[in-house]
């Protein structure tokens, strides 16, 4: 199995920053891609930014020019830098990561969330 262990969430002020991490360990052969998604109260869980190993990223367009999402390949880790956070940033946001256990079998796996709150 692969454990995603995320940290970093909290409350924030409008306009302020956060940063989340995840650590990806356990049966990994490798990983394909890492990424956050977040979930508010009512709405369907959406994606907020992937990465890729060879480095590409994907942002969501409300996201874009505010967050940025990084990643360690040899520690098996990605961060998501919040910046300008507004209201509607708020979520329980969800580290997630395409693994391969091995050589032929491939797994999304999901992190417990973390809270993100942006409110005066």
């Known amino acids: 199995q692969v454990q995603l262990v995320e940290a970093g969430g909290g409350l924030v002020q409008p306009g302020g920053s956060l940063r989340l991490s995840c650590a990806a360990s356990?049966?990994?052969?490798?990983?394909?891609?890492m990424g956050w998604y977040r979930q508010a109260p009512g709405k369907q869980r959406e994606l907020v930014a992937a990465?890729?190993?060879?480095?590409?990223?994907n942002y969501a367009e409300g996201v874009k020019g505010r967050f940025t999402i990084s990643r360690d390949n040899a520690k098996n880790t990605v961060n998501l830098q919040m910046n300008s956070l507004k209201p509607e940033d708020t979520a329980v946001y969800y580290c997630?990561?395409?693994?391969?256990?091995?050589?032929?079998?491939?797994?999304?796996?999901w992190g417990q969330g973390t809270q993100v709150t942006v409110s005066s």
């Open positions: 356990g049966n990994i052969f490798s990983i394909n891609s």
């Open positions: 997630n990561a395409d693994v391969k256990t091995t050589v032929l079998v491939r797994r999304v796996f």
């Open positions: 990465i890729i190993s060879g480095g590409s990223t």
